[in-house]
């Protein structure tokens, strides 16, 4: 038996993944990642009464420290955990929303070499896991 069940298909099965996980690598490694997050952004607006309010990224530390603080004082505060978990969920939420992806600067045959693999492969994989149609192993 080979991969998937089917009568051989082994060899394109193992091209096709190391084909498929090479690709892969390089496309996601062609990812820049830059972070906007700072002090001052304003990483949640609100309008409220005609006026718009901005909360700052530094401004969730508040409610962060206090929470802690609470913790601290009395370990059982369900107040304290909440605050603080709402805090920090809030700035991890604030942090990958600033966000900003982008590929780098390659060449055209640097961009079809890393997608022929990535999706070549990707098929090559796929298609050793169906039967090859002449297998005399099937039930009549």
């Known amino acids: 038996m080979g991969a998937g069940g089917t ?28 972070s906007g997050f700072h002090m001052g952004l304003g990483i949640y607006r609100f309008s409220m009464m005609g006026g718009q309010f901005n909360i700052t990224s530094g401004m969730i530390f508040i409610p962060l420290i206090l929470g802690v603080g609470m913790i601290f004082y009395n370990a059982r505060s369900i107040i304290g955990w909440l605050v603080s978990l709402g805090a920090l969920g809030s700035l991890i ?13 390659m060449s055209a045959f640097d961009l079809i070499t890393i997608l022929v693999l990535a999706f070549g492969g990707l098929g090559l994989f796929l298609s050793s896991l169906r039967g090859t149609g002449d297998d005399d192993s099937k039930v009549k």
């Open 7 to 34: 009568q051989g298909g082994a060899g394109r099965f193992f091209l096709g993944f190391f084909m498929m996980c090479a690709g892969f690598y390089m496309l996601l490694s062609a990812i820049t990642i830059r």
């Open 93 to 105: 939420f604030g942090v990958i929303s600033t966000l900003r992806m982008g590929f780098r600067s």
